[in-house]
């Protein structure tokens, strides 16, 4: 089936959805209409309606209509490594390409990822350079793009592979020293490249009001185990660097790219854990993306319809089950552009703008358009992968489940924000002991956040308060039933999450 006569109505979508962004402040009433429902059908749309993006990786030259139309996120796949853009002494240059991707994603109101400042690989002739160097080429492209940038891959494949849980040995890596010889860079005496390079990036991005988040980002590291059983070591070296680095007193880290490169390697195979090894890391307070998603053919025997397609189905339901997975990037268009051609791990096949959508494109799509469902269960011990937080590695309180015996509603919020605007995901959930048949939620925001259009719920807004009613249904709330809801938004300034919101007027827990 040929993609191009469903991408008329894709580009009305995305208009509709744009066009809601220009709603003023006031009252607004914003349900999606006939037209939303009828064209909701690319995979940036339905993702933004559960909540988060679904993006591509691209080039200059792949740069065909399907790419605005069909994806939210755009992630330059060559054009802002160093080897494209690093001058002597940390400087950049040769952005035209680079320059050309984030215009194209602008118009085409993607967000960007930038891929990727400091790599052993394509470094080009920042290749060797020491800390100071770095930390001038990391000043220098974070200033470079500003918040055009919605998220940085600051570090890229710091470990080493076979599942070793070690660093790699080649630069960057010379630079780290393990003073006191403890096995790990995590000493104030040691000297360690990923927390002095986040070090100097979130101090850029602090001194310039910067929103851009900035990521870490490897391969393998998808599952909390590996093919056979055993741990993935690899993943478990990562999670002590998020949680050092992402944590007080440093706070560096804002979100965690796993690769998702899917392949017969026992190391990159495709694990019914993932959704708890996602789950470990968002519980730590980051966003985790699925940040270069392919699944090579093999995975399902050859079978590139059904069971790439349901490998697919997979992956995205693990991360639409977790509210901090807030993004996924198939690493580009189709089969035979891609990195891996002979593998055929994309959503098209075709080539040079005339694509046609895979059993894998469909399978996301229905995967997206079903929503995040029921996110985040308060962990039990057996579903815990993490050595339980003591009290005061608790990641904010906002998300520490509060009892679920107190009052009568809890309410879940999460939000993916760019530049200017976000999108949100909010469950409300009956904690009582009577059935509530029609529903209100209620909040003010303490920013000047403007919901400009909603889904699931019926949206209004008068000065900062927010109510969001029902759907026709959705109205029904049994005794621990939930029923969630999500909607757009734009602001300036900071975008802090309410923090109260009351159900039929009463006050409800967060969780
Ligand atoms: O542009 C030249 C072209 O002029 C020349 O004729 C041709 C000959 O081989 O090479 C072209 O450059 C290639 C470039 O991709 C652009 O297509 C390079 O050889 C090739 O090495 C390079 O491969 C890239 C690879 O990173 C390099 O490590 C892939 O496109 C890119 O998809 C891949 O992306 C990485 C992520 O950055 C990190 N994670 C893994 C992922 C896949 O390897």
Not at 109 to 132: D, E, F, K, P
Not at 156 to 163: A, G, V, W
Not at 389 to 406: I, N, V
Request: proline content about 4%; overall charge negative; hydrophobic content about 30%.
């Amino acid at each position: 089936m040929s993609s191009s006569s469903g991408l008329s109505k894709i580009r009305s979508a995305l208009v509709v959805l744009s066009a809601g962004a220009l709603v003023a402040a006031g009252a607004v009433s914003l349900q999606p209409g006939p037209a939303q429902a009828a064209t909701g059908d690319s995979l940036g749309v339905a993702a933004a309606k559960a909540g988060l993006f679904f993006g591509v990786a691209a080039s200059p030259g792949r740069l065909s209509s399907i790419v605005g139309q069909e994806f939210n996120q755009l992630t330059p796949e060559n054009e802002m490594k160093p080897e494209a853009i690093a001058g002597s002494g940390g400087t950049v240059q040769n952005t035209g390409n680079a320059d050309t991707l984030v215009n194209y994603a602008q118009n085409n109101n993607m967000i960007v990822r930038g891929h990727t400042m400091v790599w052993y690989s394509q470094a080009g002739s920042l290749s060797g350079a020491n800390q100071s160097t770095l930390n001038t080429y990391i000043k220098n492209v974070l200033l470079k793009w500003g918040n055009k940038i919605a998220y940085w891959d600051v570090v890229n494949e710091s470990l080493d592979d076979n599942n070793t849980g070690n660093r790699r040995n080649q630069w960057p890596h010379t630079l780290d020293k393990d003073a006191n010889n403890d096995g790990d860079y995590f000493d104030s005496t040691d000297t360690d490249y990923i927390r002095d390079s986040f070090k100097q990036a979130r101090q850029v991005v602090q001194a310039n009001n910067l929103k851009t988040k900035l990521c870490i980002n490897d391969y393998d590291i998808e599952g909390l185990t590996v093919k056979g059983g055993s741990k993935n070591k690899k993943s478990d070296a990562m999670y002590e660097i998020v949680k050092k680095y992402s944590q007080e007193p440093t706070k560096y880290i804002d979100c965690v790219g796993f690769q998702a490169h899917f392949n017969d390697n026992p190391n990159s195979v495709i694990t019914d854990d993932l959704e708890a090894n996602i789950r470990r890391y968002a519980e730590l307070g980051v966003e985790v993306h699925l940040s270069e998603l392919d699944i090579d053919d093999d995975l399902s025997n050859n079978d590139i319809g059904k069971g790439q397609a349901e490998n697919y189905r997979k992956v995205v339901r693990a991360c639409l089950n977790v509210s901090k997975c807030t993004g996924i990037t198939v690493w580009g268009i189709s089969d035979s552009e891609s990195w891996r051609s002979s593998e055929r791990g994309l959503l098209f096949t075709g080539s040079n703008g005339s694509y046609t959508k895979k059993a894998a494109y469909t399978a996301v799509l229905e995967e997206l358009k079903k929503g995040r469902g029921t996110v985040d269960p308060t962990p039990t011990p057996s579903e815990d992968p993490t050595p339980t937080p003591t009290p005061s590695e608790d990641p904010t309180p906002s998300d520490t489940p509060t009892d679920p015996q107190t009052g009568t509603c809890r309410v879940t919020y999460s939000d993916n924000t760019w530049n200017s605007g976000f999108t949100a995901a909010v469950t409300v959930e009956n904690t009582g002991s009577d059935a509530i048949d029609g529903w209100s939620l209620s909040w003010t925001w303490p920013g000047n956040q403007k919901v400009t259009s909603a889904w699931n719920a019926t949206v209004t807004q008068s000065g900062n308060q927010v109510t969001a009613r029902n759907a026709s249904y959705n109205n029904l709330l049994a005794p621990g039933a939930k029923a969630s809801f999500g909607f757009q938004a734009s602001y300036s300034g900071s975008n802090d999450a309410p923090e109260q919101f009351a159900l039929n007027g009463e006050t409800c827990s967060l969780g």
